[in-house]
């Protein structure tokens, strides 16, 4: 199967070498996780597994996930996300997964959601440089300029072209950082250091994942 699991962002800190080189990693708790089901290309239509992490009391729940988790024999989880598979595995409804299966793992996926910011002007979202802050430059500094040139119909139409930049919600939306170069693991506690920054909050929910595609230097980095 693909080697996948749901976890929570704990936060960063340092990571020493033997030779005293200093690597900032973000700490994530990442398990162990429940299989809450398994789907079949004969059922379902596609071959995929259903897994379940961090136990949540009954009445914080719902009474469809209850007895969808009691199926599997665990308790209700609070988040369950599906992972596709090639073929049906060995795996069977209510095994626990660790972070042992990433012992061989150099680089992971990490998929999170980014911070809410609200609503922010062009200058913080998109970065623009704003306006000249000279003479005549009155209360504008800010402001992104006129979207009036890229409307449809060469200026004509009746809106803005879509992926017009422009002031509004900032954040809050799914990030995934690929390649991350797995430093250290601590089985006891299902902790992976990862070398670089995770989206999220400290505390926010993770899905972690092996890598899907390296450049040239981490694939011969991975196959020696």
Known sequence: MSKTLIGRKVGMSRYFLEDGTNIPVTIVEVGPCVVTQIKTEEVEGYNAIQIG???????????????????????????????????????????????????????????????????????????????????????????????????????????????KRMPGHMGDKQITCRSLPVISIDNERNLLMLKGTVPGPNTGMILVREAKRLNRKKTTAASK
């Open 53 to 163: 992490f961090e136990d949540v009391r009954p009445g914080r729940s719902t009474m469809p996930i209850i007895g969808h988790d009691a199926k599997a024999g665990t308790a209700p989880k609070r988040f369950h996300r599906e992972v596709r598979v090639e073929e049906p595995c060995d795996l069977e409804p209510g095994q626990s997964i660790d972070v042992s299966i990433f012992e061989d793992v150099m680089f992971v996926d990490v998929v999170a959601t980014s911070k809410g910011k609200g609503f922010a002007g062009g200058m913080k979202r998109h970065h623009f440089k704003g306006l000249e802050a000279s003479h005549g430059v009155k209360r504008a500094h800010r402001r992104p300029g006129s979207i009036n040139g890229h409307a449809t119909n060469l200026g004509t139409g009746p809106k803005p072209k879509k992926g």
